[in-house]
C-alpha cells in the first residue's frame, strides 16, 4: 500500500514568504506527528494530531508555525513569514495506534529553504 | 531538547564487520525504537523494544535495553554496504507524547 506521502519535496521561498507543507498520512492511521530536522540532527517534534484533534503542539517554535488536520486526515503545516532559521527538512509521520505505542512511518520529508 | 544520545557520532567499518551503537537516554520510559534514515530519506522503523525487555532480535538487529543504566544498543552483524545510514534511538517524552529522537549515528559500511 502507499506509505507517507509529502507534497512538494522541495520548497525555496524568500525571507518572509507563507508556506504551506502538505502530508497524506497512510489511510486509517490514526495518529499524525510532524517534525523538524536540521543539517546532521535528529528530528525534533512540532506537533502531534490523534484523528482531528491537536492534542500536543508544545514543539512549534513560535506563533508564525501552525498546523491543521480538519478531516483527521491530511494535514498541512504552514509557517507564515518564513525567517532563515527555519531552513530544514520538515518530516511528516503517522501511526496506527495512539502516540508512541507503535512505530511510526515516516514520508521523505520536505526540504525547506528560505533565501 | 532531545532525550536520547547516540554513540559513536559516526562509524566506519568493512562489510561484514558487526557495528555497534549506543543510546543514552534521561527519563523513564515506556519503550525505545530504533530508526534508520538513508541519505535525503524519511527515518524507517527498525525495531520496538518495551522497557520490560531486555533483549530483541529482528534479522541482523540485536537491541539490548538497560533501563538501570538507562541506555540501549543496536548492534548489526554481518554488516552490508546498503547498511549506510544514519541511525537513530527514539524514546518516549517525559509527558508520553511524541516520540523523542536523539542525533544520530552515521555508519559508513565500505565493500
Known amino acids: 500500500g502507499a506509505g507517507v506521502s509529502q507534497s512538494p519535496r522541495y520548497k525555496v521561498a524568500k525571507r518572509g514568504q507563507d508556506v504551506a507543507l502538505r502530508c497524506d498520512p497512510i489511510s486509517g492511521h490514526v495518529s499524525l506527528f510532524w517534525y523538524q530536522q536540521a543539517l546532521g540532527q535528529g528530528p525534533e517534534f512540532l506537533t502531534y494530531?490523534?484523528?482531528?484533534?491537536?492534542?500536543?503542539k508544545s514543539g512549534l517554535p513560535s506563533d508564525r508555525f501552525f498546523a491543521e488536520r480538519p478531516e483527521g486526515s491530511v494535514s498541512t503545516l504552514k509557517i507564515q513569514r518564513t525567517q532563515q532559521e527555519d531552513s530544514a527538512v520538515y518530516l511528516c509521520a503517522s501511526s496506527l495506534r495512539r502516540r508512541n505505542n507503535s512505530p511510526l512511518h515516516f514520508g521523505n520529508g520536505t526540504r525547506l529553504t528560505v533565501t | 531538547s532531545q532525550q536520547g544520545e547516540e554513540d559513536p557520532q559516526a562509524l566506519s567499518i568493512q562489510e561484514g564487520e558487526n557495528a555497534t551503537m549506543n543510546c543514552s537516554y534521561k527519563t523513564s520510559i515506556n519503550n525505545l525504537q530504533w530508526y534508520r534514515q538513508n541519505s535525503g530519506r524519511g527515518l524507517v522503523h527498525l525495531i520496538l523494544i518495551r522497557s520490560n525487555e531486555r533483549e530483541k532480535h529482528s534479522g541482523r538487529l540485536r537491541v539490548t535495553l538497560d533501563t538501570s543504566k538507562k541506555s540501549s544498543s543496536l548492534l548489526i552483524t554481518a554488516s552490508r554496504a546498503a547498511d549506510t545510514a544514519s541511525y537513530f534511538c527514539a524514546t518516549d517524552g517525559q509527558a508520553g507524547t511524541a516520540l523523542i529522537f536523539g542525533k544520530g549515528t552515521t555508519l559508513s559500511v565500505s565493500s
Open positions: 494530531f490523534q484523528n482531528e484533534a491537536q492534542l500536543d
